[in-house]
T-cell receptor, first 116, second 114 residues
Framework: GAGVSQSPSNKVTEKGKDVELRCDPI?????LYWYRQSLGQGLEFLIY????????KSGLPSDRFSAERTGESVSTLTIQRTQQEDSAVYLC??????????????FGPGTRLTVL | GNSVTQMEGPVTLSEEAFLTINCTYT??????LFWYVQYPGEGLQLLLK?????DKGSNKGFEATYRKETTSFHLEKGSVQVSDSAVYFC?????????????FGGGTRVLVKP
């Protein structure tokens, strides 16, 4: 079936503007993750959703970052008042189970965010 | 907390050479271990995984063995091809904790020359 998809693939914005990134997970996957890949920090975890449970937000770098997910479908990552240090590739991944069992995460192609 | 350390690149090899990328980890629980690969212009793809000590993951001629005594998961391939040029990431997930979120190493860029 279809893999994880993300949109837009590229986003250029001005400092101070808000941006919204979208992720469509693999159908039937209950767990959804957001990661960020940047030159200075490598690949880092941001937030995790599992079904209807409260999300694990422990990786969000500041309160300008938030994310939502409706049920087991689409997720949006919102960055408010973007800063230049937010420039990175934002990766979404999904997995079938997500919790307490060894599981494999499948990654989308990413959204490259550039803050001018 | 959990952490992954892998050798820095770039690693430059000739075709048919032997490739080793070292990876060691620190984890509080009983992690699963992964190697992901990112080919130029593409997204992260799972290359192989191992979920318990002494397991060997293998795929596309690559192998890695989960060594609990040395907390290592080194990636090897006996004869690389130009098409293996990519960035390789070692990662762990802690299955004792909810979420299985991945902790990644810094990545190793491999360049295979014909």
């Amino acid at each position: 079936g279809a893999g994880v998809s993300q949109s837009p693939s590229n986003k250029v914005t001005e400092k101070g503007k808000d941006v919204e990134l979208r992720c469509d997970p693999i159908s039937g996957h209950t767990a959804l993750y957001w990661y960020r890949q940047s030159l200075g920090q490598g690949l880092e975890f941001l937030i995790y959703f599992q079904g209807n449970s409260a999300p694990d937000k422990s990786g969000l770098p500041s309160d300008r970052f938030s994310a939502e997910r409706t049920g087991e479908s689409v997720s949006t990552l919102t960055i408010q008042r973007t800063q230049q240090e937010d420039s990175a590739v934002y990766l979404c991944a999904s997995s079938r189970y997500g919790t307490l069992v060894p599981d494999t995460q499948y990654f989308g192609p990413g959204t490259r965010l550039t803050v001018l | 907390g959990n952490s992954v350390t892998q050798m820095e690149g770039p690693v430059t090899l000739s075709e048919e050479a032997f490739l080793t990328i070292n990876c060691t980890y620190t984890a509080t629980g009983y992690p699963s271990l992964f190697w992901y690969v990112q080919y130029p212009g593409e997204g992260l793809q799972l290359l192989l995984k191992a979920t318990k000590a002494d397991d060997k993951g293998s795929n596309k001629g690559f192998e890695a063995t989960y060594r609990k005594e040395t907390t290592s998961f080194h990636l090897e391939k006996g004869s690389v091809q130009v098409s293996d040029s990519a960035v390789y990431f070692c990662a762990l997930s802690d299955t004792e904790a909810a979420g299985n979120k991945l902790t990644f190493g810094g990545g190793t860029r491999v360049l295979v020359k014909p």
